[in-house]
């Protein structure tokens, strides 16, 4: 017994040592310089056959598929003596994203071997604290992926660096004006849109067409189309719900929706100077009434993909989520609906700066490399790999035909920024968002919601 | 010579049985006190070095403020809700833990052996279950619409309950949540002090003529009052110190109804980035808990002696 222990043992040896070494060369290899093929998940139309009603059928649907994507060959080499400039480039975790960056990364370095490009990402939680601790110790990533709100902060303290002239003529030439007029702070560019997030609304076209409403084009008849939509049991219970909004002060999203409406219907959060509150208004209790009537703090936060929700308001990347989790979903995106005032889809931007302390070759060669990433080629790559919406003037040859895409940049027009470039927007937010949890729990009236937000709000500025 | 000697002498000592032992004490305990060094009691010096100053982590100035940032916390109203709703949690989770925990140990250890390696690991497994997880789950629970607490009380007339979303309910439905965590813990405790307790003494009381109720109250519980006195302090500073719960169920909300010190220490530090403030929370949290645990020490300690 003793004996088949030891012999077990050996083999279990001489395995892990076989695994050991062989996880070795893989390392080795994978250290070489050929570039290596990326998985990365895609969102595409199949033709697959199904029996539909007893018939055979070939019928359209919506899948994810991984797709091994091998980078671009190297078309340059690096000449002898020549001197290469290394830029970190810092984001966040999501993977399919992740991946198609880094094959961005490798590709381009494929074109310029003068530069060497060290992608890392941290989970999206830690992000701003991962920027924060990196500038103050000193020693952050060159290139950084910023959430907008904390821009201001960023900024006011110097440690980004300002665009350099090409990049303002690209931003004029090439991008929607509100691309730059986000980017700017006390007249100064710092950086190119990463990407924006418009919520725009989603309906699903089955809940829809089984009780004959047309897609809605403004509030009014939004809620006039939730008449019908909205239902309940004999005891009172939900069954399905009109259009389920955020209601957690989570991610900020409760603000973010609540600004669509805020701004529709004329009103916006903080005066123009960002001195004072703005929204214990007319305009701000309107917008409350009616955003009450349409949030539904009750239903689960994924009503919508389980079919008990006709509406939500989501972004591009939303239909790859569909495919995995709903693929027999139909919906259609709409334009942002028309308020009283205006139509305007409050939305919140991710920037690629480049951070003050790098060296002036660090931060040329990532402004360079931010220019070639932020073409409408490269745009088109996130589209399709991960849903970003591309947010050049010219929509790529290849999406032009595609209704979603087409759509979410229509809707581009109708974007403003939710936030206030203000170094303390955080706290504001939370102010707002935590006063609106209780309002949409039915807790507080909206005059109460308004007025007790708006007081947090002009203290948290009266102290800054 | 004199080095010669000096050698011939240490090798002499370091061939001793002491000299041997106290290498291999202090050979043992110099990594972890160097551990313990580096990651506990400086950062505590630090913690507080940077609670008096005001140290915004992207500020270039650190200014010394000397008591400024804890006078400007104990006159913000979050801080007061948030120790409001963190002595509330600590109170329910840690009276629930015991009454639970030993419910639970006394049932299982009244089962039979087979019966009871069963149950044990069973009531024992949230303990060992991430905590991540356990909010999650839960959180769906919880789910106003179509959670299962919701439909399963429909039956007996109750609800719905908005449970998280709720500014009464969610303090209570986060404790739930904790103590569902944390009894097999409590159990496991009570089960190890339940098999100290001499048999001989239950069986003397009962030939005495004690009911099983009056063993229970006269002669078991006193004899577990140093399991209860462990368990008073260690659960009310784990529920001094609750986080992850409230992070994942409802992020403090709705509004501030179930907002904590930590997640206050939390957003201080990691979301506004106000170090000092944050600091300056994190001392009062740690005062707090001292005082707590020495007067219940203290307390039960005099209370329980016999």
């Known amino acids: 017994m003793e004996q088949r222990r030891k012999l077990a043992r050996r083999d279990v040896l001489r395995g892990s040592l076989a695994l050991g070494g062989l996880a070795l060369s893989a390392g080795l290899a994978a250290c070489g310089a050929t570039p290596t093929p990326q998985v990365v998940e895609k969102v595409v139309e199949k033709e697959v056959t199904k029996i539909v009603e007893g018939t055979p059928q070939v019928v359209k649907e919506t899948v994810v598929v991984q797709e091994t994507v091998v980078v671009e060959k190297t078309v340059a080499v690096q000449q002898p003596g020549q001197k290469v400039t290394e830029i970190t480039w810092l984001s966040h975790v999501y993977e399919p994203w992740n991946n198609a960056l880094a094959a961005q990364g490798m590709q381009y370095m494929g074109l310029h071997p003068d530069v060497k490009i060290v992608y890392s990402y941290v989970p999206h939680a830690d992000l701003n604290t991962k920027i924060t601790t990196s500038l103050a110790a000193g020693s952050p990533p060159t290139i950084i992926g910023v959430y907008g709100p904390w821009m201001a902060q960023l900024i006011d303290g110097n440690w980004l660096d300002p665009a350099p002239d090409e990049v303002l003529q690209d931003l004029d030439t090439n991008f929607p004006k509100v691309m730059k007029e986000a980017a700017t702070y006390n007249g100064k560019v710092y950086g190119y849109v990463q990407h924006i997030g418009i919520p725009a609304p989603i309906i699903d076209l089955d809940l829809y067409e089984a009780d004959s409403v047309a897609p809605p084009t403004s509030y009014d008849e939004l809620l006039a189309a939730n008449q019908k939509l909205d239902k309940k049991d004999s005891s009172g219970n939900w069954v399905q719900f009109g259009t389920t909004l955020a209601t957690s002060k989570a991610g900020s999203w409760n603000v973010i929706d609540f600004s669509a409406v805020l701004f529709s219907y004329g009103g916006t959060f903080l005066t123009d100077d960002n001195k004072k509150s703005a929204f214990n208004s007319e305009a701000g209790m309107q917008a409350a009434t009616i955003y009450q009537q349409l949030a539904h703090p009750e239903a689960p936060s994924d009503a919508f993909v389980l079919g008990k929700s006709a509406m939500e308001w989501s972004g591009p990347w939303q239909k790859s989520y569909y495919a995995s989790a709903a693929p027999k979903l139909r919906y259609k995106s709409l334009l942002p609906l028309k308020g009283p005032v205006a139509q305007i889809q409050g939305s919140y931007m991710w920037f690629w700066v480049v951070s003050a302390p790098a060296t002036p070759e660090q931060k040329s060669a990532a402004w360079k490399f931010l220019g070639w990433l932020s073409a409408p080629e490269q745009y088109a790559a996130q589209y399709r790999n991960v849903g970003l919406l591309p947010i050049t003037n010219k929509l790529p040859e290849e999406l032009a035909k595609d209704e979603w895409a087409q759509t979410f940049s229509k809707a581009l027009q109708y974007a403003r920024v939710y936030y206030a470039k203000h170094p303390k927007w955080e706290q504001i937010d939370v102010a707002i968002g935590e006063e609106m949890e209780r309002f949409l729990a039915k807790e507080v009236k909206a005059e109460e919601f308004l007025k007790t937000a708006a007081d947090k709000v002009d203290q948290i500025l009266a102290a800054s | ?306």
């Open chain 2, 1 to 306: 010579m004199g080095i010669a000697r000096a050698h011939q002498m240490s090798v002499r000592f370091l061939s001793t049985t002491r000299a041997k032992r106290l290498l291999f004490i202090w050979g043992s305990l110099t990594p972890i006190m160097l551990y313990f060094l580096i990651f506990s009691v400086l950062p505590i010096f630090a913690a507080l070095y940077i609670s008096l100053h005001k140290w915004p982590l992207l500020g270039r100035a650190k200014p010394f403020v000397g008591l400024d940032n804890y006078i400007s916390v104990i006159n913000d109203p979050r801080f007061w809700i948030s120790l409001k709703n963190t002595l509330y949690y600590a109170a329910a989770y840690m009276f629930l833990v015991i009454i639970l925990g030993l419910a639970m140990a006394l049932l299982v250890s009244s089962l039979h052996p087979t019966a009871r390696s069963v149950f044990r690991p069973l009531f024992f497994a949230p303990q060992v279950t991430s905590a991540v997880a356990v909010a999650l789950m839960f959180s769906w629970l919880y789910q106003p619409q179509w959670g299962v607490l919701n439909y399963l009380l429909r039956f007996i007339g109750l609800g719905p309950f908005m449970w998280l979303q709720s500014s009464k309910q969610v303090m209570p439905a986060i404790i739930i949540t904790g103590v569902w965590e944390a009894v097999g813990y409590s159990m496991v405790i009570y089960t190890a002090g339940l098999t100290n307790i001499p048999t001989d003494l239950k069986e003397a009381g009962a030939v005495d003529g004690a009911t099983s109720g009056q063993v229970f109250w006269h002669i078991v519980l006193p004899l577990l009052q140093p399991t209860t006195l462990f368990m008073f302090v260690t659960s009310m500073i784990g529920g001094l110190q609750v986080f992850t719960e409230v992070w994942l169920m409802s992020g403090g909300g709705p509004g501030t109804a179930s907002r904590v010190l930590v997640l206050e220490i939390y957003d201080q530090g990691f979301r506004y980035f106000e170090m000092g403030r944050a600091s300056s929370i994190a001392f009062y949290l740690f005062l707090l808990i001292a005082v707590i645990a020495y007067l219940q020490i203290r307390y039960l300690r005099e209370q329980f002696e016999f």
